[in-house]
């Protein structure tokens, strides 16, 4: 019998372990990546080394040039493929919020900080998006989708190939 298991551990406690043979790493993206029209992006790692705002040299363990290790992989419980196409989304230099305090070494200089998720390669994909609907402002939700992954390439694959991890990959804007 297959269960697919949604867990939600709260901050405090120790991580959840589910062990077995039939464990699977795959079929983790939730809500609301998982909605049929959402476009659902990986986060590529493009940078794993920055400065900080006090001249310190910092780093994470990513690989780079490689799906980050946090980007949840697919396909959805139902088979069907997402992601849909993945973008940086490892270590981005962006807006610093005033009313947000991250650790200095997150800072790297006045006004701006540096992240890792999804939801800093979530931006990239919006902003295309943007462009393609200026373009064209008839575009449905199931023809941008068709146009990205039409258009995307896993690096050393072949166009038109999926993978979990990487969905359609890559975004090649220019011919977009």
């Known amino acids: 019998m297959r269960v697919n298991v949604w867990s939600i551990v709260s901050a405090g406690s120790a991580d959840a372990a589910f062990q077995g043979s039939g464990l699977t790493p795959g079929l983790r993206i939730g809500s609301p990546g998982a909605a049929a029209e959402a476009v659902t992006v990986a986060a590529y790692t493009t940078r794993n ?3 900080d705002v006090t001249g310190v ?3 994470v363990g990513l690989g780079l040039n ?3 290790d946090f980007s949840s992989p697919g396909p959805l419980r139902n088979g069907n493929p997402k992601p849909d196409v993945a973008a940086p989304g490892a270590m981005i230099v962006s807006c610093l919020s005033t009313a947000s305090s991250p650790p200095t070494s997150d800072i790297v200089t006045t006004g701006f900080r540096v992240n890792a998720g999804t939801s800093m390669a979530s931006p990239f994909i919006a902003g295309i998006v943007a462009l393609l609907l200026q373009r064209n402002p008839q575009l449905k939700p199931m023809d941008i989708k068709t146009l990205l992954r039409h258009n995307s390439i896993i ?4 166009s038109g190939t999926f993978d979990a991890q990487w ?3 890559l975004i090649d804007a220019v011919h977009l």
């Not at 690096?155 to 072949?158: I, N, T, V």
């Open 49 to 51: 080394q920055w400065q």
């Open 57 to 59: 040299s910092r780093a």
């Open 66 to 68: 490689d799906i980050a």
């Open 155 to 158: 690096p050393g694959q072949s």
């Open 167 to 169: 969905g359609y990959g």
